[in-house]
């Protein structure tokens, strides 16, 4: 989707103000964040609900690009690159508090449905660097699929429940984790 800058600029206040408010932050806290006045925002969304679905398909298409940008790297071999592009994060999204979205399931659940839309969309690079990878003998020969419904339910888990807040856990970590374990197994080296 293309955006104006000035709807980019909204959209990078509204990851602030919710890194320091959570889901609960008001326009006026958004306002105050951009120096802004409400009226210009409601100029390029007419609604928080409006806000929030352009703000997942911002941060996922953002997050495609980090991953074009793994899979483009010649540095990295294949394991690198499959590691990477699983646990793709661009930094600046390494101050989101994603522990809070599994609020969105019962308070914004046309909100919860896109997220999960979006996780269970744009494998194909993934799933090609896994074929690659069990190519060039390096990835054991698994259903794929695995992998991804693996990741995905992962994701699923931290955005539905506080299992990451009960456990002290920020999203990364936890993404961190998760492809670690996907990737190279739970035994000791």
Do not use: C
């Amino acid at each position: 989707m293309e955006r104006t800058k000035q709807q980019e600029h909204i959209l990078e206040g509204t990851i602030r103000v919710f890194n320091k408010k959570g889901m609960k932050f008001t326009m006026d806290d958004l306002a105050h964040e951009l120096s802004m006045s409400k009226k210009t925002i409601y100029v390029s969304y007419k609604e928080k609900n409006g806000l929030f679905f352009d703000m997942v398909d911002y941060l996922f298409d953002n997050i495609a690009w980090k991953k074009k940008e793994v899979i483009e790297d010649k540095s990295l071999t294949t394991t690198e690159k499959i590691k990477k592009i699983l646990g793709v994060m661009p930094e600046s999204y390494s101050e989101i508090d994603f522990r809070q979205l599994y609020m969105l399931r019962d308070k914004y659940p046309d909100i919860y449905r896109k997220v999960e839309e979006r996780l269970e969309t744009g494998w194909d690079e993934t799933i090609s660097l896994i074929e690659q990878g069990i190519k060039e003998g390096v990835v054991r020969d698994i259903p794929i699929f695995l992998v991804k419904t693996m990741l995905e339910a992962s994701l699923e888990q931290f955005f539905s429940r506080d299992v990451l807040v009960q456990n002290k856990m920020t999203y990364s970590e936890a993404l961190k984790n998760v492809v670690e374990i996907i990737v190279d197994g739970i035994s000791a080296k």
